[in-house]
């Protein structure tokens, strides 16, 4: 079975301020990662995703994120976060065949201040 | 188009209780999942379905139960609520070429 750890649970950065959020995941096959966004009282949403290809990935808002399959790592970054990305992030892999629901990291909390 | 809609949007469920919450797509995607959102575990995988007819269980099933009766819909159903059973539920779905799940609005459950 997968599993998806998130080392950073809660994170508060100012305005401008580089991001990045740390990923790894422990599975023995062919996997696609992902990084959803939760904005307060809301849904989750897809920022990026990686399944093949260049392991740099970019994604919705200015956030990148880059796939190091030695380090079974997906680290999620952006250069300089606003107010506005104040959220929860998830950290998500599946299979790439078989089953293959998504399963999640804990979440870290970002809280970027004005 | 909708998306994936989940019905009530919120809930306080006595003890005890049985409930169904719904939820239903209309993206005709194939495999669709519920999920529970609690503070610090992340989300975690009750139930699945990977095509009308047939479901699976994933991390935490006890105490949920669910069908699949059509392509659209995925209720998922708790017989006798219990306060650890108090959470955030999701409902997602998977197109067959999809590789990310897409996400209902959540539905908010308590359970006294």
């Known amino acids: 079975a997968q599993s998806v750890s998130q080392h950073n649970h809660h994170v508060i950065l100012s305005e401008a301020a580089s991001l990045e959020l740390g990923c790894n995941y422990s599975y023995g096959g062919t996997v696609n990662l992902f990084w959803y966004v939760q904005y307060p009282g809301q849904h989750l949403q897809l920022l990026l995703k990686?399944?093949?290809?260049?392991?740099l990935v970019k994604g919705i808002k200015g956030f990148e994120a880059e796939f190091i399959k030695s380090k079974f790592s997906f680290n999620l970054r952006k250069p300089s976060v606003q107010w506005s990305d104040t959220a929860e992030y998830f950290c998500a892999v599946n299979a790439a065949t078989g089953r293959r629901a998504l399963t999640f990291g804990s979440g870290t909390r970002l809280q970027v201040q004005p | 188009t909708a998306g994936i809609t989940q019905a009530p949007t919120s809930q306080i469920l006595a003890a005890g209780r049985s409930m169904t919450l719904r939820c239903t797509q209309d993206m005709r995607h194939n495999a669709m999942y519920w999920y529970r959102q609690d503070l610090g575990l992340g989300l975690r995988l009750i139930h699945y379905?990977?095509?009308?007819?047939?479901?699976g269980k994933g991390e935490v099933p006890d105490g949920y139960s669910v069908s699949r009766a059509n392509t659209d819909d995925f209720p998922l159903t708790l017989a006798s609520a219990v306060p650890s059973q108090t959470s955030v539920y999701f409902c997602a779905s998977r197109g067959q070429g999809d590789t990310e799940a897409f996400f209902g609005q959540g539905t908010r459950l308590t359970v006294v």
């Open positions: 379905s990977n095509t009308a007819g047939t479901t």
């Open positions: 990686y399944f093949s290809g260049d392991p």
